[in-house]
Structure formats: structure tokens, C-alpha cells
């Protein structure tokens, strides 16, 4: 079941949106960036869009990976995965 949290003020939101908040900078300094799409409470999967230089960029798997999800998962323990879109 996937269920879509757009709204502002959802706690789970809110907790993705900020570990991406602290992953953002780095991307956007290499002209990228990461945009939260949605997250699956069943499976624990977040979606995300990688944007700019990230989108087509060859190491964006890695850099989803090792870096966006190592540290998503780290900070909640909620999350599974981090899949992009």
C-alpha cells in the first residue's frame, strides 16, 4: 500500500525531508539535487527523484545507495530502501 504524504506536518515526512535536507547541500554543489516523492509504510521504501546533474549522472546509483540511503536508514529506523523514480 503506498500512501502519499504531501502534506506538511506528517511526522514520517518531516523525518525524511530533513536527512535530505542535511544530503542536499552536497548535491546541489555539484549541480544537483533530490526530491522526495513518497513513502511506502508497508514495505518501508522511499521514493525519490534525483534532479539537475544528479539525474543522469553515472555514480547517482551509488550516490542514492551509499549515501542517501546509508544515511536515511540510519537516522530512521522505519526505512527499508530508498528507490528512485
Avoid at 500500500?1 to 536527512?19: Q, Y
Avoid at 542517501?68 to 526505512?79: C, D, N, S, T
Wanted: proline share 5%; glycine share 8%.
Amino acid at each position: 500500500m503506498l500512501l502519499v504524504f504531501k502534506a506538511k506536518g506528517n511526522p514520517m515526512r518531516d523525518k525524511i525531508e530533513a536527512v535530505l535536507d542535511e544530503i542536499r547541500p552536497t548535491l546541489q554543489a555539484d549541480g544537483g539535487d533530490v526530491e522526495f516523492i513518497d513513502y511506502n509504510t508497508d514495505s518501508g521504501i522511499v521514493l525519490v527523484r534525483m534532479k539537475g546533474a544528479c539525474g543522469n549522472c553515472p555514480m547517482s546509483l551509488m550516490t542514492l545507495k551509499q549515501g542517501i540511503e546509508a544515511r536515511m536508514k540510519a537516522a530512521i529506523p522505519e526505512v527499508r530502501s530508498v528507490e528512485q523514480i
